[in-house]
Every structure is written in C-alpha cells, then in structure tokens.
C-alpha cells in the first residue's frame, strides 16, 4: 500500500468511529525494559476519534535506522495492524520525492491497560509492557503544606441530592509538623459543620471530624496516588473507618483501586496547569449497610500538590455525579481567582466590652454579610461587607458599628462600638 493511500484510508476510518474504552495519551511510548537512557528504539502514538496511528523508529538487523507506519482502529484498548515500511522519500535539502513502500514487516498488536500503559507484540518478538514517556518529572506531585495558604472550590453535583447543587469550600491548612503531616480545615458556604482533617507524612488522611462526628482511619487511607508512583503505574489501598457520632460506633470497609495516568496540561477558568492526572474507583461498605462505589477523574497541580479539578460518578445509595473545581488560592504569597469565596459560608461573632453578645452571620460568595444578634439589652439585625482582603465593615440596626478584620478562612476579629460604648469582637467560621 502507498503512503498515499494509507493515510487516505485512515482518514475514511476517522469518518467510522467504532467504541473503545479509553484513548491512550498521544505521543512518545517507550518499551519498559529498554527505557535506560541510551539511545534506542521507541514509537509514536497518536488518536483522531477511535482512529489510532503508530509510528515506529528502529533498525534493521544490519544497523541502518527504519521506520514503520501502521494505522487503524482502536477497540476496547486494543489495537492491530500492519506494520508498513517506506524508503526513497525526500532528502534534507533536497526536492520533493515521493517515498516508496517497501512491504510490510508483520503485524503490531498493542493493549492499552490505561492511558498511559499496556504492552506492544512486534514481529518475531514476544509481548513487552510499554509506557508513555515523560522527559519530565513523571512522578506524583508531593509538596509540603503550609499555613497561611488556602484553596477555594466550586462544587456542582447533580439535581438528584438533596445536596445544594453549587456551593464551594475552603481548604486551610492550620499546623504542619516537621516530619510533614499537617491540619487542615474545610468551611463551606452553606450550612454545614467546619471540618477538620489530619494526614500523616505521606499525605494519607488518618481523622476526620464534623461537629460531633469524628473519624479515625486504620491505617492512613489516601484515595489519591501513593507519592512513589510513576506514570502509568496502577495502584490499590485499602483501610477502615472507625466513627463516632453521640455514643454511637460505627466501622466502614474502605478500598480504592486507581491508574497514575501521567502529566498533562489541563485547563479551568483559572487557567492552565501543569497536571498529573489520575483516576481510581473507590468503594466504601458501612458495617451492616449498602455498598458505595465513587468513580473518579481527577489532576493535580504539579507546583503545588494541590488538587485542580476532580469528576465523580457515585452508585449505590445514594447516587449522582459531582464535579470540584478550584476557583482561587493563595500559595506561597500569591494569589488568584475570586479569593473573597474563602469567606462564604456561616459564622459566629462574639463580642465583649461595655456590652456583651453573640451573632450568628452568613457571608455570600461577593461578600456580602447578614445575620441576627443577641445581648443583655436586647436582640437586633447586623448587615455588612467583607472585602477580598478580609476586611470586614459591619452595622446593627441598634445602631452598632463593627469594624475589623477575617484574619483567615476560619477567624477574624475587631472592635465595635455603640453611642459612648465599645469593645472586642471575635469571629469564628464555623
């Protein structure tokens, strides 16, 4: 077959998609066993629907260089064709030839295990696992937490929750420890509990609370990549939950089983990241209760370890799908996106001094706040703004002005004052 009609008839098979059931990342593959620095042999891959076409560079068994095309469809992450060589094309700095086909020299089967892995059978040789190649760091992004930062994340599940359908929530780390395991904390903007985090060194979670709900996981379960993995790898954990909730115990089986798919560019509304992407299945049986499985898609930003976007598709009761996507951060004394969301959500306001009083506020995501209070001399309404900064501008239909600041996601302080009285004023996100 000429090179002309080879592609022609790839360009008709892009017309007649047929099903597969993943795409593996276009570009350079290595063979495992020779991926070892020096020069080699390797190939390329790239996809147009369900249409793959494989480039292959190596030699003859006299030492000159050959390369092999072959093209065709992908089923079920399987692939096989001809492999097809040419010769006499054009020359550098010479005028256009046309290349000649030269036969083919047998068949290619590749088997995409994931994305970024599987195994090649080339002529007279015996199947070898293959990879994607990353001239790059193509390990799991591990970066060290540190206070002061935080993430903002839009959260948008399906209409079958009884779960808002948008909200978002904000990750602040609280302590880090020198071995590297560190708090944090999570607020949201609607009502729910501030929850509290704890992970080890290896950023695997081992407790978890919400209000009077608490966990511990035995050992630390992380559904994320293990930190050791590579492109391409697969990996599995596996733990138990043991929670508490007003004297009542109980334990959930946990599992997860997931592919370090490999870095890739992936682009939200806050732009373009260098991500590792990876995905997993993660299955939690509550003692005595029905399975939950929770599919997952998700990448992860290379410079800060932080997660950019996640998709999941849950079955089991309950049932829906949910996207998270980070919308604003602060990291390392920078930030960007819409950082005022840090502060949305449900607040309690203490304040002391010449009178003494509590108010229970909510801070929409443009920062805007309102709330009741209650004092010895009586109830009344509060209504303010909190800026991007944290600076917080309040006043109370008795009159009262607060002034002051949101030191953070989750506290904040000032002063206030009423017609010659005054005093203190705490926050707490909660």
């Known amino acids: 077959m000429s090179l002309r009609n080879l592609l022609a008839a790839l360009f008709a098979l892009v017309v007649s998609l047929s099903a597969s059931a993943f795409m593996p990342t276009p570009g350079l593959w290595v063979i495992d066993a020779e991926n070892n620095g020096h020069a080699g042999r390797g190939f390329q891959v790239e996809t147009q629907g369900d249409v793959l076409v494989f480039t292959y560079y190596g030699y003859l068994s006299g ?10 469809t992908l089923t079920n992450g399987v692939f096989t064709g001809n492999l097809e060589g040419y010769a006499g094309g054009t020359a550098l700095g010479s005028s256009y030839a046309s290349a000649t086909d030269t036969g083919s020299a047998g068949t290619v089967t590749l088997n995409f295990s994931n994305e970024s892995a599987g195994t090649i059978t080339l002529p007279g040789e015996s199947a070898k696992a293959i990879k994607k190649f990353y001239w790059v760091d193509n390990a799991f992004p591990s970066v060290r937490r540190n206070v002061g930062e935080y993430f903002v994340y839009m959260v948008m599940r399906d209409q079958s929750s009884s779960t808002p359908a948008v909200y978002t929530y904000t990750v602040t780390p609280t302590a880090v420890a020198q071995d590297g395991s560190y708090t944090v ?19 695997a979670e081992s407790f978890y609370s919400e209000g009077t709900y608490s966990c511990n996981y035995t050992p630390s379960y992380r559904a994320a990549p293990p930190l050791t993995v590579q492109a391409g790898d697969v990996y599995s954990a596996s733990s138990t939950s043991s929670c508490i909730q007003s004297g009542t115990s109980t334990t959930t089986a946990l599992s997860v089983n997931g592919t370090a798919v490999g870095p890739e560019i992936h682009t939200t509304a806050l732009g373009s990241f260098s991500a590792f992407k990876w995905t997993n299945a993660k299955v939690s049986t509550p003692q005595g209760g029905p ?30 799908t949910r996207s998270e996507t980070l919308i604003a951060y602060s990291y390392k004394g920078q930030t960007h996106g819409a950082i005022i969301m840090r502060f949305a959500g449900y607040w309690t306001v203490n304040y002391t001094g010449s ?15 309102s709330g009741s209070c209650t004092s010895s001399q009586g109830a009344f309404t509060v209504t ?5 900064a944290g600076n917080m ?32 004023w705490t926050a707490t996100h909660i």
């Open 393 to 424: 501008a309040a006043s109370g239909s008795n009159g009262a002005s607060l002034n002051g600041s949101m030191a953070s996601p989750t506290a904040g302080s000032g002063s206030w004052t009423n017609t010659g009285a005054s005093g203190t």
């Open 185 to 203: 904390v999570e607020t949201y903007s609607k009502d729910w509990k501030l929850s509290t985090y704890m992970y080890d060194s290896g950023y």
């Open 63 to 72: 030492g000159a260089a050959q390369w092999y095309l072959s093209s065709g």
């Open 384 to 388: 303010g703004t909190v800026d991007s």
């Open 355 to 369: 009178g003494s009083g509590s108010c229970n506020v909510v801070v929409d995501v443009s920062g805007s706040m």
């Open 291 to 320: 399975t939950e499985t929770t599919n997952s898609t998700c990448w992860t930003d290379e410079a800060s370890g932080r997660l950019i976007e996640c998709d999941y598709a849950t079955s089991g009761s309950p049932s829906g």
